[in-house]
């Protein structure tokens, strides 16, 4: 998809026709100019006969949706959408950082989010949290922790496949 022309503006206009008035829209470019009409009717007559397509609206949010996607790789600075060669998406690599058990404060102790194991104080040295990415409808608590690595992925993995699930985003995905 490339853009045919720098952006155009539709703008209205009003003007008497058999003592009536009536609406228009010139287009005009983005410095003011208001286009001549051999530089506009082929782009307005494609433009018509592409949003008369059949099902075109579903098309239009799926190419919407994969933009969102993309955007939020862009906004974001701690989530990463990478494409594999086919162009799907993947899931981005997990946020997750060691944090060792402070032996000077009082006991504690946390069941891991994935495997459910208790994790305290008194036996391990260390545990993992997860720092998600604050994206649309993505679901997670607000500390999530995991005993080790390898859970701590599972819990990335898993939440990011119910978000791509939940929005119907299996097709863009690998
Ligand atoms: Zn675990």
Redesign the pocket.
């Known amino acids: 998809m490339k853009p045919v022309l720098d952006i155009l503006f539709p703008v209205t206009v009003t003007a008497n026709q058999d003592g009536n008035e009536k609406e228009y829209y010139l287009i005009q470019d983005r410095h003011g100019y208001i286009c001549k009409s051999d530089e506009v009717l082929d782009i307005l007559e494609k433009a018509v006969a592409f949003y008369k397509r059949e099902d075109i609206n579903d098309w239009i949010e799926r190419e919407n949706q994969k933009t969102s996607i993309e955007l939020y790789s862009s906004y974001n600075f701690d989530v990463d959408f990478k494409k594999n060669k086919a162009g799907k998406f993947m899931i981005p690599s997990p946020q997750m950082n060691y944090k060792e058990f402070n032996s000077k404060k009082a006991h504690w102790g946390f069941k891991?989010?994935?495997?459910?194991?208790k994790?305290s104080s008194k036996t391990s040295k260390g545990y993992y949290t997860l720092s998600f990415p604050h994206i649309q409808n993505l679901e997670h608590g607000e500390f999530v922790r995991?005993?080790?690595k390898?859970?701590g992925a599972l819990i990335w993995k898993d939440t990011f496949k119910h978000w791509i699930h939940d929005n119907d985003y299996q097709d863009l995905f690998e």
């Open positions: 891991c989010g994935w495997c459910e194991s994790v995991a005993c080790s390898e859970c």
